[in-house]
């Protein structure tokens, strides 16, 4: 399977509101991809629609060439951070890890491994879901994304409630996880997060890409990157 | 599907709370049965002193049956054949409604008279009989549970009715005639007697059951004596008849002892019989059904079980989780229902298991004596607790992923599984309303209950209140089946039509 997320046209209306009006680019293996704009650009539905959790009314989206609904173990092939509060409240965040690794036929060594890999080693996995900051709650959604060790990766807003330590950290990741050939989509609605990390950037704007480009070759634009980004989004200074 | 079902039951049983609340609809179950079983007691005298209670009289396939009815009787020796006719059937009834003031004429629909073949006047003892009733017509009946339709209406002098019993080995047939001669095999049966038996002519009237339904809900039963006499002549057999009262201690009511009694006049040729009692199956004494009162509150618990889950997966958006890890819907919420349907199975098993025994050995140590009840249905009882739970716990699953809501899905629940049997049961309504609750809605399989079976042939009041449920066992079951079946269908095509 080739490492690529490819959205194609996408339309979506939930009533009177257009929520995606033919949103399309591609995420390439290799590196980054910031998918950036302002609150209601159709971020996350956009990720919502490439993970068959919602349907589009218009248009395709396929991960590795293939619609998300047909994989087999889908954590194998996509890792996918949305929501980290989604917990239950009474249960450890190693047991939320064991039955999405029993959903993948994994085990619990894999799980052992991506808590490390987070920074959730020890004794922190082996509490109540309930008592975590939402720090604590992104690292876990993290690790979640990770179990499947997928090609593919859609991390919608994982900056949320990091601390300056934790976003550091984070970007190192994200890097590395480029580094090893995954192609890695990363949601933001502040793009200062994500320019010293991100290759590629996709902004967002009412639905549709407003731009598809190098982060390189926008930040050689007059007045640098945020200056451009929010030219492209239609916003002055002030925003 | 296994990764499915391996990953429900982790999430299943990761979470404290829920797995408790399993345990609890258990211990539900388990407590009304055991408190009823400790606290009942019951007692037998003879005149002043107290004695043990006598063993219910059992019929030839253990079962307990009533065994009480006038005999006249002799000796028949292997192969051989009865034949008689019936020129009357007339009886009393006492003191019946509405004004309850009057001894009248007139036979109850299951007054029986007729001829035998009996394994000696032991009661409970084998036996094939062809026999006339007050209101179903000739009958061919044997060992008390078994009864086959003849042909219909009663008797006068005018129009005599025939009947002949034939023994051939071991094959019973019973044949009815208008006139003597064209004759009718109304039914046959196998049974292991021994080479000479008894044979001959007998009569028998059950008790006049009116049933009332009180203001406060229950219904009050009411039996009376009654008696029947039945003339025949042209018996085909000749010879030293005797006369038994079988099962009975004679002359009882001011009746027999002042007017007719039970028993054998014989005038040259014809025979009069007459007799009071019933020659057929019983129920008497607590079964293993008694013992499991708390399943309808068990089940409330276990529908809070089932949705509990599932309602807390849509609040916490945890749904979205599920349905990224099995992007197939219709199979990740089948993988939910499988997996609580099973927990719930075996939290009711295990509560029925561990409840009727020890429920049915203190009422056995409080003085009831249990009719004995086969294996294969204390099985079915126990088992079909966990058959019910489960499919009451995938139609909350069900429900639950329908409204999203935990309150709202419980309440539902509750209302079609357990409300119902609380209205037949415990309310007054109309017997044939509640007949009608317990066959309509998910309630019905509460029929898998039911330990001791309805007798079309015996007079009895035969509503949900008394543990006899208006579907047969496996029948009920199958409803409750279909609701669950209908809810999950809708459920699983409503989760692939919403956005998650």
Sequence with gaps: ?239 | MPELLRAEWTKFRTVRGWVLTVVAAALVTMVPGLLFAAGSHSSCSEGPIEVPCPAPLLGPDGETVEDRFSFAHRELTGDGALTVRLTSMTGVITYPPPDHDKIVAGLVPWAKAGIMVKDGTRPGSSYAAVLLTGGHGVRMQYDFAHDTAGRPGGVSPRSPRWLRLTRSGDRLTGYESPDGRHWTEVGTARLSLPDTVRIGMFAASPGDLTVKQSETGGSIGQVRFTQTTAVFDQVSLQGAWAATEVGDSPGQTDWERYHRANGLVRSGGTFTVTGTGDIAPSEDGPTVQDTLPGVPFGLVVVVVAAVLPIAAEYRRGLIRTTLLACPRRGRALAAKAAVIGVVAFAAGLAAAAVTAPIGMSLLRANGFVLPPTPLLTEVRVIAGVGMVFALAAVLALALGALFRRATGAVVTAVALVVLPYMLAVFSPVPDDVSRWLLRLTPAAGLAIQQSVPAYPQVLSHYVPGTGYYPLPPWAGLAVTAGYAALALALAIRSVRRRDA
Excluded: C
């Excluded at chain 1, 480029?178 to 996709?202: C, D, I, K, P, T």
């Design chain 1, 1 to 239: 399977m080739r490492a690529t997320i490819e959205v194609i046209g996408l339309r979506k209306r939930f009533g009177p509101t257009l929520a995606l009006d033919g949103m399309s680019f591609t995420v390439e293996p290799g590196r980054v991809t910031a998918f950036v704009g302002p609150n209601g650009a159709g971020k996350s539905t956009t990720m919502r629609v490439v993970l068959g959790l919602d349907a589009a009314d218009e248009g395709r989206a396929l991960v590795g060439g293939r619609p998300y609904r047909t994989l087999r173990h889908p954590l194998r092939h996509v890792g996918a951070l949305l929501d980290a509060a989604a917990l239950q409240p009474g249960r450890t965040g190693r047991d939320h890890l064991l039955w999405l690794a029993h959903s993948q036929g994994l085990g619990a060594a894999r799980v052992t491994e991506v808590l490390d890999l987070t920074g959730l080693g020890g004794g922190v996995a082996r509490r109540r879901a309930g008592g975590y900051s939402l720090g604590m709650r992104q690292r876990l959604g993290l690790a979640a994304a990770l179990l499947g060790d997928p090609p593919v990766l859609m991390l919608d807003e994982p900056f949320n409630g990091l601390d300056p330590e934790g976003i550091g950290w984070l970007r190192g990741l994200l890097a590395g996880l480029a580094a090893e050939g995954r192609a890695v989509l990363v949601s933001s609605h502040l793009l200062s997060e994500l320019q010293h990390v991100a290759g590629h950037l996709v902004v967002a704007d009412r639905g549709r890409v407003v731009a598809d480009t190098g982060v390189a070759a926008l930040a050689a634009a007059t007045g640098g990157l945020e200056a451009a980004y929010l030219r492209l989004i239609g916003r002055r200074g002030d925003a």
